[in-house]
């Protein structure tokens, strides 16, 4: 059972466009949502991040979109740019209790920024 | 630098033959996790340890064993048991009385069974 389902797989866009990336949740204990970016080779690192009390959070070119009650979040990136070329998950976790820092993660998404 | 190191970065197995990876960190992180990573796959939690002296199995655990014997190690042995032991590997460390679920990762060690 997939408790967190991302898509689309694969996303190429152009420099200075807009990067969409979705996923979908069903397990709604859930409360912390993280994006992490990874580089080929080298391990994830955390991009951004929302709980579900705030249905938007924005750093830099980066927005988090959440949708409680649809139990959906997406990542947009703005002005993608080539350095932007990387794969991102999304997850979620429990940051209490006997089940926090355990996250289920997304399949994952390559982004591939041309110039 | 504050951080998680794994150690060895590529590693190759003959099949039958039990191997382990090393996980250290000086974060001062109470949890530590291991996750395996494949192609086209997202993370799956393989052990975690949330203190020393505690670890409990994640959702892929058969054919791995962990200890916990110190707060700043947390190695994973991949044992000839597990089918198919080819995958990245990524160790990651929380900090358990921080106020967000943020993992902080290693660089990962890549095992190839020859």
């Known amino acids: 059972q997939q408790q967190v389902k991302q898509s689309p797989q694969s996303l190429i866009v152009q420099k200075g466009g807009i990067s969409i990336i979705n996923c979908a949740y069903e397990?709604?204990?859930?409360?912390?949502f993280p994006w992490y970016q990874q580089f080929p080779g080298k391990g994830p690192a955390l991009l951004i991040a929302?709980?579900?009390?705030?249905s938007e959070k924005k750093e830099g070119r980066f927005t988090i979109s959440f949708n409680k009650s649809a139990k959906q979040f997406s990542l947009h990136i703005m002005d993608s740019q080539p350095g932007d070329s990387a794969t991102y998950f999304c997850?979620?976790?429990?940051?209490?209790?006997?089940?926090?820092?355990?996250?289920?993660f997304g399949d994952g998404t390559t982004l591939t920024v041309k110039p | 630098d504050g951080g998680i190191t794994q150690s060895p970065k590529y590693l190759f197995r003959k099949e039958g033959q039990n191997v382990t990876l090393s996980c250290e960190q000086n974060?001062?992180?109470?949890?530590m996790y291991w996750y395996r990573q494949d192609p086209g796959q997202g993370l799956r939690l393989i052990y975690y340890?949330?203190?020393?002296?505690?670890?409990q199995k994640g959702d892929i655990a058969e054919g791995y064993s962990v200890s916990r014997e110190k707060k700043e190690s947390f190695p994973l042995t991949v044992t000839s048991a597990q089918k198919n032991p080819t995958a990245f590997y990524l160790c990651?460390?929380?900090?358990?009385?921080?106020?967000?679920?943020?993992?902080?990762f290693g660089e990962g060690s890549r095992l190839t069974v020859l």
């Open positions: 990651a460390s929380r900090s358990r009385g921080g106020l967000t679920g943020e993992l902080f």
């Open positions: 929302i709980r579900p009390d705030v």
């Open positions: 340890s949330q203190i020393v002296n505690d670890f």
């Open positions: 397990n709604t204990a859930f409360d912390y």
């Open positions: 997850a979620a976790s429990f940051p209490y209790g006997t089940n926090a820092g355990k996250s289920t």
């Open positions: 974060l001062n992180h109470d949890a």
